[in-house]
Structures are given as C-alpha cells and as structure tokens.
C-alpha cells in the first residue's frame, strides 16, 4: 500500500550488528490494503490493545511499537 507519512517514531540499532531500522508512522489510504513484498511473507493489522507482544521476532519491533504507543497517547 501506498503510505502516507505522518512522522518519525524512532531510529533502533543493535550494538554489534549493522542493521539500523528507522521507523514511520504513516496512514495507510482508504480503500488499500497493506500486502507482503518481497522481504515479507505475510501482513496483518493489528489493534493498539491487540498487538501480539510476545510473538514479535525483534527487540527493535517491540521498541518501536511502545515508542508509537508513546507518540499516540494509546
């Protein structure tokens, strides 16, 4: 889906790696609907109160989501 970009939640980086994430938050347009690419295999929506914290793969994710949740007021 074609996002449109509201603001910068944050920039993450592990220590001894050299991957750096910088992360958006963005409004996804009425009518489109967020689907995989070709680094994802899968999309889902999730709710503020909903979001799987437990499940989430990197440390990086769950910062940015609470930093989000911050932003927000959630």
Same mark, same amino acid.
């Given at each position: 889906? +074609? ?5 910068? #939640?944050?920039?993450?980086?592990? +220590?001894?790696?050299?991957? #750096? ?8 347009? +009425? ?11 899968? #999309?889902?929506?999730?709710?503020? &109160? &909903?979001?799987?914290? &437990? %499940? !989430? ?5 769950? +910062?940015? !989501?609470?930093?989000? %949740?911050? !932003?927000?007021? &959630?």
């Amino acid at each position: 889906a +074609r996002v449109k970009i509201v603001d910068l #939640v944050g920039i993450y980086s592990y +220590r001894h790696s050299g991957v #750096v994430t910088v992360v958006f938050f963005g409004i996804v347009p +009425r009518g489109q609907k967020p689907q995989p690419g070709w680094e994802s295999q899968a #999309v889902k929506l999730f709710a503020a &109160k &909903k979001i799987p914290w &437990k %499940k !989430l793969a990197f440390w990086s994710t769950a +910062r940015a !989501l609470k930093d989000w %949740k911050i !932003l927000n007021g &959630k």
